[in-house]
């Protein structure tokens, strides 16, 4: 399973942007997808994770500047971040939790992660 995502980049304090990553490869259906990020010297944290059926999970420091949106036909997931701020600089990696049959059959849960892309909020 690959995770492509594009659309980050450099962007004034108060501004736009919008991630976007497409899931590809070989799985059965996906259970999750959505966003996580890595500031440099912090740990990964969670930015939003949308839930087959609905529940979105979301990093407290969104406070409704985000949207996150599944296109479960295509497999993507995209992240439209507003009002963005110097602190949303980071690295933000798409993820990914899929449903695969191994040999056996038996199917398991598999968690899959993107390259990054960079954020930077600045002015």
């Known amino acids: 399973v690959q995770l492509q995502a594009c659309g980050g980049g450099l962007v004034q304090p108060g501004g736009s942007l919008t991630l976007s990553c497409v899931a590809s490869?070989?799985?059965?259906?996906?259970?999750?997808m959505g966003w996580y990020r890595q500031a440099p010297g912090k740990q990964r944290e969670l930015v939003a994770l949308?839930?087959?059926?609905?529940?979105?999970n979301w990093g407290d420091f969104v406070k409704g500047r985000f949207t996150i949106s599944r296109d479960n036909a295509k497999n993507t997931v995209d992240l439209r971040m507003n009002n963005l701020k110097p602190e949303d600089t980071a690295v933000y990696y798409c993820?990914?939790?899929?449903?695969?049959?191994?040999?056996?059959?038996?199917?398991?849960?598999?968690?899959?992660w993107g390259p990054g892309t960079q954020v930077t909020v600045s002015s």
């Open positions: 949308a839930h087959n059926g609905g529940t979105i």
């Open positions: 490869g070989s799985f059965l259906s996906v259970n999750a």
């Open positions: 993820n990914a939790d899929v449903r695969r049959s191994i040999p056996g059959p038996i199917e398991v849960n598999v968690e899959f």
